[in-house]
């Protein structure tokens, strides 16, 4: 069954912790991209790794991390240093096509 | 100005009604766009996409883009109350990166 996992599906987290969301995927497509959405705001690009061992910011990486130590893997850290960390998180991969994005189910973190 | 405006809604309408869904943008090096549709809760899926200017249509999709107003559409024929969804409008460029840009998604509700 092909596809990009995440988990977990909700995520509660006390402020001042870190905490790291999970996205797997088994499609074997090069590129990963992390967003970040918010009510009425549209998907906001945090992270990008096009290959492993690389990955660039995006538009709000403050307060965010990420590793790609292999090819199915691309790892979310949220510090303590993001502001505003509570949000709907989604991992997506990039296709052969490189117009077209597939997206994880997504991960709800509450941070209280 | 943001790169991509959309109006979030939401929009309802009753079952069968001809729906249009539209985004404007201001990057004239736009070249790919693209229509995802996300449900409550999960993660969007790629709907249509159209390359350059013209229409497409896959069934009671249609999608339109007109470059020289620098404005798309997404037309729905014979509404479902399965079509409440948010549609997400993105672009993206054909020369450097590809990574779209994503409009704040319009909220379609069709009441039966």
């Known amino acids: 069954d092909g596809g990009i996992t995440q988990s977990p599906k909700y995520l509660f987290r006390k402020e001042g912790q870190n905490v790291t969301l999970s996205c797997e995927q088994n499609?074997?497509?090069?590129?990963m991209y992390w967003y970040r959405q918010d009510p009425g705001q549209g998907l906001r690009l945090i992270y990008y790794?096009?290959?492993?061992?690389?990955?660039q910011k995006g538009d709000i990486a403050e307060g965010y991390s990420v590793s790609r130590e292999k090819k199915e893997s691309f790892p979310l850290t949220v510090t303590s240093a993001q502001k505003n960390p509570t949000a709907f998180y989604l991992c997506a991969t990039e296709g052969d096509s490189s117009y077209e994005q597939y997206f994880g189910p997504g991960t709800r973190l509450t941070v209280t | 100005q943001k790169e991509v405006e959309q109006d979030p809604g939401p929009l309802s309408v009753p079952e069968g009604a001809i729906v249009s869904l539209n985004c404007t943008y201001s990057n004239s090096a736009f070249q790919y766009f693209m229509w995802y549709r996300q449900y409550s809760r999960k993660g969007p899926e790629l709907l249509m996409y159209t390359y350059s200017s013209g229409n497409k249509e896959d069934g009671r999709f249609t999608a339109q883009v007109d470059k020289s107003s620098k404005y798309i559409s997404l037309f729905i024929r014979d509404s479902q109350p399965s079509d409440s969804a948010t549609y997400l409008c993105a672009m993206s460029s054909s020369g450097g990166s590809y990574i779209p840009t994503f409009g704040r998604g319009t909220s379609l509700i069709v009441h039966p």
């Open positions: 790794s096009q290959i492993v061992n690389d990955f």
């Open positions: 499609l074997n497509h090069d590129a």
